[in-house]
T-cell receptor
Framework: AQTVTQSQPEMSVQEAETVTLSCTYDTSESDYYLFWYKQPPSRQMILVIRQEAYKQQNATENRFSVNFQKAAKSFSLKISDSQLGDAAMYFC????????????FGKGTKLTVNP | KAGVTQTPRYLIKTRGQQVTLSCSPISGHRSVSWYQQTPGQGLQFLFEYFSETQRNKGNFPGRFSGRQFSNSRSEMNVSTLELGDSALYLC?????????????FGPGTRLTVL
């Protein structure tokens, strides 16, 4: 079974600075997808960024980028120029490349952005 | 396009009762997945439905069940409620057809069992 580990329960960053959230995963599969989801205090889960395991190039979405290290099974999220609106719980998630949409989530990292 | 909607948003039940939660996916989406979120266990996968068929199931007791209708709307049912069933129940929808599909989450139903 696949597992996802987020070793940082809480992180804080100053507004306009950069922060990196860590995620490691365990799988025996070679093809899969990795995601970072954001859950603000209002509770609506929002997709931040997605990475296909077969792609060597790291995904980027505006101020958000990932460092995907397939051999190390590591998938960290970098948030540049942090904004107050980035404050939320961030969840790393894994999905197999098979037919199911099942996501395996990490425990989450609570990000605080200080003004 | 309307997002994923879940009803009701809040529920209070007592132990032993049963409850039904509803999820309406984004128009055109055929896959609906359900997750239970608790402070202790985090986000745990309950089940996934695609075109009215259960495609995958998580490790939950048989008291948890679900179904999907021909219009892709989905319901989950929890019978004989226990205190530990108190949680935020999230549903997510996607087209279910492609590997790079994105799942869109609803706002959740907050269930409190007294």
């Amino acid at each position: 079974a696949q597992t996802v580990t987020q070793s940082q329960p809480e992180m804080s960053v100053q507004e306009a600075e950069t922060v990196t959230l860590s995620c490691t995963y365990d799988t025996s599969e070679s093809d899969y997808y990795l995601f970072w989801y954001k859950q603000p205090p209002s509770r609506q889960m929002i997709l931040v960024i997605r990475q296909e395991a077969y792609k060597q190039q790291n995904a980027t979405e505006n101020r958000f980028s990932v460092n995907f290290q397939k051999a190390a099974k590591s998938f960290s999220l970098k948030i540049s120029d942090s904004q107050l609106g980035d404050a939320a719980m961030y969840f790393c998630a894994y999905r197999s490349a098979g037919g199911s949409e099942k996501l395996v989530f990490g425990k989450g990292t609570k990000l605080t952005v200080n003004p | 396009k309307a997002g994923v909607t879940q009803t009701p948003r809040y529920l209070i039940k007592t132990r032993g009762q049963q409850v039904t939660l509803s999820c309406s996916p984004i128009s055109g989406h055929r896959s609906v997945s359900w997750y239970q979120q608790t402070p202790g266990q985090g986000l745990q996968f309950l089940f996934e439905y695609f075109s009215e068929t259960q495609r995958n199931k998580g490790n939950f007791p048989g008291r948890f069940s679900g179904r999907q209708f021909s219009n892709s709307r989905s319901e989950m049912n929890v019978s004989t409620l226990e205190l530990g069933d108190s949680a935020l129940y999230l549903c997510a929808s996607s087209s279910g057809l492609a590997g790079t599909d994105t799942q869109y989450f609803g706002p959740g139903t907050r269930l409190t069992v007294l």
